[in-house]
């Protein structure tokens, strides 16, 4: 019996966009949804009652790169996994280590061979190396629901010639990673589906991956940089390419407007650190757009974020106390943020689903981008 399956309940007849149920060892996941990233096995300055109770996450991501550096595979397995390690006991997705080893190119840290990645840790400098098989065995010992095939996501831009060899590597090393997959019947694997922006590419990466029947696939490679126009060509061009009874993950992505345009063509699962990374840096996302809280405009402002949410902060503190906070460099100013913030995206995709059913989500992101301040592509 497959650990991960797919039911689709509805699809939205005038977008396109679906609305389903991925069914895990840990739980049911209600999609579309945004999926908050624990990178070093938390969810930054959030507990995990208060991502159940007030975040109301289904799913939480961690990182096979980081957990493999510190405190390494082997200490979390004897822990119980990751589950267990952390505290959490809803479904977690574990990426590959493929993202962060490959953005240490840029510092000329990681050297690709077919075999796999050598590397630099950029905690002491010492020497490491990541293959598909090293990845599959560390993401087994830490236990996720959802793995992640080893791949290379390529620099925005890249040539066609780089990107179609960085391709087929990502193909190649797919199938290594499904030979080491062992543990069928309590994780899942996903394929991910490279090519950058050419089309071609991206179609001979879907047909190759689809022949080898992963229990779901992601599209990497996107939301690395590149104009929305073409993110969106991208996006729309590859997703009717992923089977229809599987689901369907964009990776990297947690803007509002990102995360409904995912929905609109046909994705079931997105993930970002944006969040709380901008809550970090003193930044709300409310529904008429972003309040960055530190500002003087705030000083004497005694109104919640964002009238409209329903998260513990709104419901008990006022902008001028956030913005205290924040120039004072309190930690519970970037912990009221980060709560508002995760609440704000995972509300909002309740909003999308709800929306799916009612074959309305083309209006309500019109009405939404009006109101938040985005424009239209």
């Not at 200490?75 to 280590?97: C, E, Q, V, Y």
């Not at 729309?236 to 995360?259: A, I, Q």
Request: hydrophobic fraction near 35%.
């Amino acid at each position: 019996m497959e650990a991960i399956t797919y039911e689709l309940l509805h699809i939205d007849k005038n977008s396109g966009a679906r609305r389903g149920v991925i069914h895990t060892p840990h739980g049911d996941i209600q999609t579309p949804v945004f999926m908050p990233v624990g990178t070093q096995a938390t969810v930054k300055a959030m507990t995990p009652d208060e991502l159940k109770e007030e975040i109301k996450a289904e799913i939480i991501l961690g990182n096979t790169y980081h957990l493999f550096l510190r405190p390494g595979h082997e200490l979390i397995k004897d822990a119980g996994g990751l589950h267990k390690f952390m505290n959490w006991d809803r479904p977690i997705l574990t990426d590959s280590g493929g993202f962060q080893v490959f953005s240490l190119g840029q510092a000329g840290l990681r050297k690709i061979a077919e075999d796999g990645v050598e590397f630099r840790s950029y905690l002491d400098g010492s020497k490491n190396y990541m293959s598909p098989e090293i990845s599959i065995e560390v993401q087994q010992a830490l236990g996720s629901d959802i793995m992640m095939c080893f791949d290379e996501c390529c620099p925005y831009p890249s040539t066609y010639e780089y990107t179609k060899k960085s391709m087929e590597m990502t193909t190649r090393w797919a199938a290594r990673c499904k030979e080491a997959w062992t543990n069928r019947n309590m994780q899942g694997l996903f394929g991910i589906i490279q090519g950058g922006f050419y089309k071609d590419l991206r179609e001979k990466s879907s047909k190759d991956l689809i022949a080898m029947d992963f229990p779901g696939y992601a599209i990497g490679g996107i939301s690395v940089g590149e104009p929305k126009p073409e993110f969106l060509d991208i996006l729309r061009y590859t997703t009717p390419l992923m089977p229809e009874n599987k689901p369907r993950y964009l990776m990297g992505v947690g803007s509002p407007d990102y995360l409904i345009e995912a929905a609109l063509a046909g994705i079931d699962m997105c993930d970002c650190v944006l969040p709380t990374r901008i809550a970090r840096h003193g930044t709300a996302m409310t529904s008429s757009g972003k309040v960055v809280a530190r500002n003087a405009i705030y000083e004497r402002d005694f109104s919640p974020l964002d009238p409209e949410c329903d998260c513990y902060t709104c419901k008990n503190y006022t902008r001028a106390y956030i913005r205290h906070l924040i120039n004072t460099k309190e930690i519970l100013g970037i912990r009221l943020l980060s709560i508002h913030n995760l609440r704000f995206l995972t509300k909002l995709m309740d909003r999308v689903r709800i929306e799916i059913e009612h074959d309305n989500l083309l209006n309500f992101r019109d009405e939404f981008y009006k109101k938040y301040g985005y424009t239209k592509e």
